[in-house]
Nanobody, 115 residues
Framework: QVQLGESGGGLVQAGGSLRLSCVPS????????MGWYRQGPGKQRELVAL???????TYGDSVRGRFTISTDNAKNTVYLQMNSLKPEDTAVYFC?????????WGQGTQVTVSS
């Protein structure tokens, strides 16, 4: 099992930037994949970005080119740098860890982008 601690959400104007952080309760190296999903008002949860085995990266179509996922192994932290934010990026962002067949989720952090 793993617990995920998220931080970094908030309110930002359109065009601005935010960085989200996620710290797992165990070593990143022991986790198959880590990343971020989001759920906007009235929408289904969707993939934002995922790092698989520490090197393969995939992004959701709506954020590709604006968001960057990265890891700092020394700090055992996964980051999501979000640039050129749009009002439609408003959502609760959830850190995700995949181990075996199980998905683990953080509590979520709110990101609100004002127009």
């Amino acid at each position: 099992q793993v617990q995920l601690g998220e931080s970094g959400g908030g309110l930002v104007q359109a065009g601005g930037s935010l960085r989200l952080s996620c710290v797992p309760s165990r070593s990143i190296f022991s986790i198959n994949a880590m990343g971020w999903y989001r759920q906007g008002p009235g929408k289904q949860r969707e993939l934002v970005a995922l790092i698989i085995r520490g090197d393969r990266i995939t992004y959701g179509d709506s954020v590709r080119g604006r968001f960057t996922i990265s890891t700092d192994n020394a700090k055992n932290t996964v980051y999501l740098q979000m640039n050129s934010l749009k009002p439609e990026d408003t959502a609760v962002y959830f850190c995700n860890a995949k181990m075996g067949l199980e998905d683990y989720w953080g509590q979520g952090t709110q990101v609100t982008v004002s127009s």
